[in-house]
């Protein structure tokens, strides 16, 4: 039905499922429609919606999305749209006429600036339109009636209900629009003879199979020659995107939520790819899956006996690194699980963990970075080490330097409960040979050579680590300092939110791609030694790198004076230049 023909007082009925795939009807009524609601030259009609499914609900739920309205035999549009401030019958469909036009888009080459235009996140009703939805809605007042988006159910499988709720505020930090909720495990295979969906069904727009199965569920609008459109809103509102996952969903049930209720369902067969994600839903092709490539993991956890080893397979490239984060966090607990294991708490101990990182640039040649790293924690060690993986496979995703494409990640994680963690507890240093001596300052001239321990103190008691460095001042300087501790960034009771512990978060300036992968292949690992000559204002004239079978924290100094002057100083070496040459064993 063109939207011009769409009138207030028209009354027509609508279709989703409640449970499975069974299509239950819902009555209809035109409230009016919202010029330019959803954008420029988008309108929005308004509605009303009711059924004894609706009535259970409390409203119209998220995962409704998508869901066709028809009136006298024509398909008017999707509901796509709830009020902002309560869960009511009142909503908003995207025209069925701004939905179709997705058929006719192309798939592999379109202009960017069809996707421009930003998806409203509210949209306010006024005069009597507001009034009539205040009235039918039980509003206190009109100003009130606003309408927003439908959230979208995002199901996640592999994940403890502690876990997913752990992860969950990223998801919505990064997309309030989504629901996190439990789900199941999804395949790419396609059943031998699959029932052609039907409109009201649901629908999943999947950004990863397999052990971690990630996916967004709505409900399908329309289905014609292979082809079918859902949601009448964006998941990801990408566009043109690469061909992502299409499945069938089953239904589980609806959860009633004061704010707004929200369907439960499995990601069932896969129906194909999502090529358009566009302002006016998704456009889903029938067929073969997407391709994929794998991220693989094995988690041990040693004092118990266990091991554990997993895959997903990655549909949506910009979800690898969330996909990553949600598989190992949810490994790590379930090994690690502390229920009857002599683990005190699922989150205390030490990770130490190895990776690969593979893929292509822009000309096709291949890339890849492995490293490692440990970590330790009395709160959130699974997710620390989880989260920091992650974020080095998401700087080189979305680095601004290059577009690469990742095809394989690889990961294995060793899960302790000992505390393995180390303190610089003091340095002793010789002169030229002299005894050990505990210095705040000391005097040094040309051809100088230091030796320095470094006394490692275990935090979990037993006795002290020795560690041996050699300096040798080849130069004239006239001060300095030497530094020996952990990592900026080793030790934290809960890396979850805090900044300050992350250590891949930016690229450094980094002019191209492979200058960023040197970048991150040798960022500082938290369990080795430091050791460094620097002068005043930062110069680094000599560096060593120690690695130690625990976390390092702490810094200890020794400053550096000129022989035969006096000591600095507690600010002495800020604030100044002091040229010196020196090597560090």
């Known amino acids: 039905m063109p939207k011009s023909s769409v009138t207030a007082g028209m009354t027509g009925t609508g279709y989703t499922v409640e449970h499975g795939r069974v299509v239950e009807p819902f009555s209809v009524t035109i409230l009016g429609t919202l010029k330019d609601g959803i954008a420029p030259g988008r309108d929005m009609i308004i509605v009303e919606v009711d059924s004894p499914a609706v009535q259970r609900a409390g409203g119209i739920w998220a995962g409704m999305s998508g869901s066709p309205v028809y009136v006298g035999g024509q398909l008017v549009g999707a509901v796509a749209y709830g009020l902002a401030s309560t869960s009511s019958g009142v909503g908003g469909l995207t025209p069925a006429e701004d939905m179709l036009g997705l058929l006719g888009l192309p798939g592999p080459a379109l202009a960017a600036s069809m996707v421009s235009v930003d998806a409203p996140s509210r949209v306010q009703l006024h005069g009597s339109l507001a009034r009539t939805v205040a009235a039918r809605a039980n509003l206190a007042s009109s100003s009130a009636a606003a309408l927003t988006q439908l959230k979208v159910p995002l199901s996640v499988s592999g994940l403890t209900p502690r876990g997913l709720d752990r992860v969950s505020s990223f998801i919505t930090t990064a997309n309030p629009g989504l629901v996190p909720v439990a789900g199941s495990s999804s395949s790419k295979t396609i059943s031998i003879a699959p029932p052609p969906p039907m409109p009201g069904q649901s629908f999943a727009s999947v950004a990863s199979y397999g052990e971690t199965s990630v996916a967004a569920v709505g409900t399908i609008t329309y289905v014609c020659d292979g082809v079918a459109l859902a949601f009448g809103h ?201 005894r050990f001596r505990s210095v705040s300052s000391l005097g040094v001239r040309p051809n100088t050579r230091l030796r320095v321990r470094a006394i490692l103190h275990p935090f979990s008691g037993g006795p002290d680590k020795v560690v041996q460095l050699r300096f040798h001042i080849t130069g004239r300087t006239t001060g300095g300092v030497i530094l020996v501790g952990g990592t900026r960034s080793q030790f934290f009771e809960d890396c979850f939110g805090n900044e300050a512990c992350f250590v891949f978060d930016e690229d450094e300036g980094a002019s191209d791609f492979g200058e960023l992968l040197d970048q991150q292949a040798d960022a500082p690992r938290n369990d080795s030694l430091y050791a460094s000559l620097i002068g005043s204002r930062g110069r680094e004239s000599a560096f060593r790198q120690v690695r130690q079978p625990a976390v390092v924290v702490g810094l200890r100094a020794i400053r550096l004076h000129p022989e035969g002057t006096p000591a600095p100083d507690d600010d002495f070496f800020f604030g100044r230049s002091f040229p010196l040459g020196a090597r560090v064993h």
């Open 234 to 434: 964006p998941f990801e509102f990408g566009g043109n995107t690469t061909p992502t996952g299409a499945s069938a969903a089953d239904a589980i049930t609806v959860v009633p939520d004061i704010v707004q209720p929200y369907k439960l369902a499995n990601v069932a067969e896969s129906l194909g790819t999502v090529d358009q994600d566009r302002l006016a839903g998704i456009r889903a092709t029938f067929g073969a899956a997407p391709a994929t490539f794998p991220v693989h993991s094995v988690v041990n956890a040693p004092d118990l006996g266990r091991r554990h080893e997993g895959e997903s397979q990655i549909a949506m490239a910009d979800w690898a690194s969330t996909v990553t984060l949600y598989q190992l966090f949810g490994e790590l607990e379930a090994t690690a699980d502390s229920a009857g294991t002599g683990f005190d708490s699922a989150g205390k101990g030490t990770v130490s963990a190895w990776w690969t990182f593979q893929g292509t640039r822009e000309d096709g040649t291949p890339w890849s970075i492995s490293r490692g790293n440990r970590w330790v924690s009395k709160l959130g060690v699974d997710f620390t080490a989880a989260f920091q993986v992650a974020i080095q496979l998401d700087t080189l995703i979305a680095n601004t330097v290059e577009d690469v494409k990742v095809t394989n990640v690889k990961v294995s994680l060793t899960r302790e409960a000992a505390f393995n963690l180390y303190s610089v507890k003091r340095l002793l240093v010789s002169k030229n040979g002299g």
